[in-house]
Nanobody, 120 residues
Framework: VQLLESGGGLVQAGGSLRLSCAAS????????MGWYRQAPGKQRELFVL????????NYSNFVKVRFTISRDNANNTVYLQMNSLKPDDTAVYFC??????????????WGQGTQVTVSS
């Protein structure tokens, strides 16, 4: 199983970016997908999650309103629309999934990360 992110880059404060993450491989079921981020000198933190069953979403307070997560269940792809970006949003963004691959054992997976840099 692989998670492949795309869409990172450099943007000015107030701008927008859209990240995508596609899960590939032998995937039997996905329970949740989301995004972590890791800013320089800080720990990696989970800030948004979407639950497959029912589509419930959880956002950290610092991204509520500005960021929106959505998912294409048929293609095991998750999107993150980021608006009103701030320099504090500068980080490496990692896609996350909890899914069952061969053997029906659920486990966590992460992508390689995509850099988002917001200039002031």
């Amino acid at each position: 199983v692989q998670l492949l992110e795309s869409g990172g880059g450099l943007v000015q404060a107030g701008g927008s970016l859209r990240l995508s993450c596609a899960a590939s491989g032998i995937i039997l079921s996905v329970s949740a997908m989301g995004w972590y981020r890791q800013a320089p000198g800080k720990q990696r933190e989970l800030f948004v999650l979407i639950i497959s069953s029912g589509g419930r979403t959880n956002y950290s307070n610092f991204v509520k309103v500005r960021f929106t997560i959505s998912r294409d269940n048929a293609n095991n792809t998750v999107y993150l629309q980021m608006n009103s970006l701030k320099p504090d949003d500068t980080a490496v963004y990692f896609c996350y999934a909890n899914l069952a691959a061969a053997g029906w054992t659920y486990r966590d997976y992460w992508g390689q990360g995509t850099q988002v840099t917001v200039s002031s």
